[in-house]
């Protein structure tokens, strides 16, 4: 069984800061790997981890970009990793576990929204490919190191999982729709927090899946002007005009308090925003998580693709 979505009646909100939520609590000791630690919401979580005391691993398709990124942040360092390149993966897995490090938190922040279609690999549809296959071969190569260090698997996922699977046609061979393929990213990366909170939580490692809200970042690369004034985004000025929108600070908080949060001990499973546990998806309310993204089943069946996919499974033969 998952944990119930039910507030856990956090202290923190909408626009608690990555800061806020780490106010008191020592991360010192703690090796934290960020993926798009460089970027957007990753940036943010990547200081305000290290902030916190933490030594932060922020592995990057683009080294030398994350490197000037994050040169001015001590307890940082980064590493070669190509989420759509299982080789890649393989290899950044290696050279950690070589290196005998425990992990006490993996915040799986990299991600890539509403793209051209692209093909990556096998000719697996990059979104797909890069938002959960690349974090799925990544945790599991690391399982170990995570396993060890007994801590926090977070996924980062958004309101778009209510799209969900196209399981008859994951990689999109019969028609591509870019909003599609992010939802159904979004989803498999909620249903990969269920999944791997079942096998991983008798070694102590918790997984969770947030959405972070809507904020104004490079994540909207592949996005004209024009599609985002019309959404009511922005204004024809390139500023912000939908209040609800949250400052990337705000963004990271609800990943930061979902890896660190003494109010979740015991928990996982589950979907998060605004710094709580969200509750399930209601018609005509916003936010919230749908209940095919928790679902158990969905879960086991996306693990299975994924393993077969990918070739790893750090659970294969184990009970669960």
């Not at 608690?16 to 106010?23: C, E, R, Y």
């Not at 996982?268 to 749908?290: M, R, S, T």
Request: aromatic share 6%.
């Amino acid at each position: 069984m998952t944990t119930p979505q039910r507030t856990t009646g956090s202290r923190f909100g909408a626009r608690s800061t990555a800061d806020d939520v780490l106010s008191g609590i020592d991360l010192s000791g703690t090796t934290a790997l960020v993926t798009g630690g460089y970027s957007g919401l990753g940036l943010e979580t990547t200081r305000a981890l290290a902030r916190a005391g933490a030594r932060v691993v922020v592995p990057a398709r683009r080294r030398e970009a994350a490197e000037k990124a994050v040169g001015d942040v001590d307890g940082v360092e980064t590493a070669d990793l190509d989420l759509s390149d299982l080789g890649s993966v393989r290899r950044f897995a290696e050279r950690f576990l070589d290196s005998g490090r425990e992990v006490g938190i993996v915040i799986n922040s990299a991600g890539i929204m509403a793209c051209p279609e692209t093909r990556v690999g096998p000719g697996w549809e990059a979104q797909f490919a890069v938002n959960h296959l690349g974090h799925f071969a990544l945790v599991n190569r690391l399982w170990p190191a995570i396993a060890s260090g007994g801590g926090r698997v977070v996924s980062v996922s958004s309101g778009a999982h209510g799209m969900g699977m196209r399981w008859d046609d994951v990689q999109f061979e019969r028609g591509y729709d870019r909003w599609q393929a992010y939802g159904q990213a979004k989803a498999a990366n909620v249903l990969f927090a269920v999944g791997l909170d079942a096998r991983g939580r008798g070694a102590g490692v918790r997984a969770l899946a947030v959405h972070p809200g809507s904020i104004l970042t490079p994540l909207q690369r592949h996005l004209s002007t024009t599609e985002m004034v019309d959404a009511g985004w922005i204004d024809e000025s390139g500023a912000l005009a939908d209040p609800t929108f949250k400052t990337p600070a705000q963004g990271a908080a609800t990943q930061v308090w979902a890896a660190t949060s003494p109010g979740l001990a015991g928990l996982g499973g589950v979907y998060c925003e605004d710094c709580d546990i969200a509750g399930p998806a209601a018609e005509g309310v916003e936010g919230g998580v749908h209940s095919h993204a928790t679902d158990p089943g969905q879960a086991a069946r996306l693990w299975e693709l994924s393993a077969r996919l990918t070739g790893v499974d750090a659970f294969a033969g184990a009970g669960r």
